[in-house]
């Protein structure tokens, strides 16, 4: 029976996203075997500066891609946000998943339960890891303030 390699990363939620495939990989094709190979990345390894400060996008993609390269897997699964623009020559996207829940979470300090960043008082300063997201939230509710946080 073929075993096919599939490379992901060491984090709880890519190996989460990594099962998932996974999972319909095996239904839609019930006479193949993977096997799930796990590496850290540059990304991973760095945790003390903020992702937006390096500016490098293949952060969480670079092994991954060498691994595939040097023929070590067959296949890596990825988060859409982690992968350029364009993509090194010779690679492709192969199939995007049906998306989960697209829902973001904010945790208030307790002083402020019952509050929404809406009713959040003036200047008040929420984190985030994503210039993207800073940058969609500080047009909504321009009365807060965003600040760069890693994790």
Not at 53 to 73: C, D, M, R, W, Y
Not at 109 to 133: A, I, N, Y
Request: contains cysteine; positive net charge; glycine residues 6%.
């Amino acid at each position: 029976m073929r075993v096919i390699r599939v490379g992901t990363r060491k984090s709880q939620l890519a190996r989460i996203q990594t099962d998932s495939v996974v999972a319909t990989l095996k239904a839609s094709y019930p006479g193949l075997q993977f096997e799930i190979i796990a590496m850290s990345t540059t990304g991973d390894k760095i945790l003390d500066t903020a992702l937006s400060k390096i500016g490098e996008k293949s952060l969480f993609t670079k092994e991954l891609e060498h691994a595939l390269e040097k023929n070590e897997v067959d296949l890596v699964v990825h988060s859409l946000k982690d992968l350029p623009t364009v993509l090194p020559p010779g690679f492709t996207i192969g199939a995007i998943c049906k998306r989960e829940n697209p829902h973001d979470a904010v945790v208030f300090h307790p002083k402020f339960v019952g509050k929404t960043l809406e009713t959040l008082p003036e200047k008040s300063v929420v984190g985030t890891s994503s210039l993207r997201r800073a940058a969609q939230l500080q047009r909504k509710f321009p009365h807060l303030e965003f600040r760069s946080i890693w994790g």
